[in-house]
């Protein structure tokens, strides 16, 4: 168990992240939990994360919850890792990616809310979940999520709810994605992506997809 900590600065000092598990050497072997982080800070770099994961793919069952953000870079980087439950995460006004999913598969999103609220920023740098050759990924859709409720809330500025490049099987399920333009959800190169039902959609209206970048 890691956490529950408030963290009142960067791992550098002006610049960094609250928590991070490096796991390139293999030396970690068994499932974990990351629970009731608290980032207490803002103004680091956009690509800086609160959590960051690198080649964690331990047995099904290693969780990040609980946690929250307000006005930092990235919330939660995931870079080559698999098999981890993210749920209870909450990231107000973040100036990057609130979730940022690299190489990663077999990853699951529930009653989370995710907001980027930057301008100006690089090209999908600011946007809610941005996911970058992954695959398998439930963002709602799972037994963690309320049945009839949205699970997952993506809020965001210039850039997009969800971004998935070179990314395939993904479901979308009872998610809302909020902006006062751009898309909901952009699919660049991405395959076998079922955008479910939002609550109070009707049959034919399951999702908005935003436009130009290979639907």
Excluded at 12 to 17: E, K, T, V
Excluded at 123 to 144: E, F, K, Q, R
Aim: charged content about 15%.
């Amino acid at each position: 168990m890691i956490g529950p900590w408030a963290i009142t600065a960067p791992s550098g000092g002006s610049s960094g992240w609250a928590v991070k598990v490096d796991n390139t050497s293999g030396a970690v072997t068994s499932s974990f939990t990351i629970t009731g982080i608290s980032a207490n800070y803002s103004g680091v770099p956009f690509t800086n994360p609160v959590i960051v994961l690198v080649d964690v793919n331990n047995p099904s069952g290693t969780t990040i919850s609980n946690t929250t953000a307000n006005g930092d870079g990235r919330g939660v980087e995931l870079d080559s890792s698999s098999d981890l439950n993210l749920d209870q995460l909450s990231f107000n006004k973040m100036t990057g990616n609130a979730l940022f999913l690299n190489g990663s598969s077999h990853i699951t999103l529930s009653n989370s809310k995710l907001k980027s609220t930057a301008d100006g920023q690089v090209p999908h740098n600011a946007d809610g979940l941005c996911a970058l050759n992954s695959a398998y990924l439930s963002i709602g859709g799972v037994a963690a999520c309320p049945k009839s409720q949205t699970c997952n809330t993506f809020d965001y500025d210039t850039g997009w709810g969800v971004y998935l490049q070179n990314t395939h099987d993904v479901t979308i399920d009872h998610a809302s994605a909020n902006a006062d333009d751009t898309g909901a959800y952009v699919l660049d190169n991405a395959s076998n992506v079922n955008l479910g039902r939002e609550p109070g959609a009707r049959p034919d209206m399951q999702g908005a997809v935003g436009g130009g970048e290979g639907q």
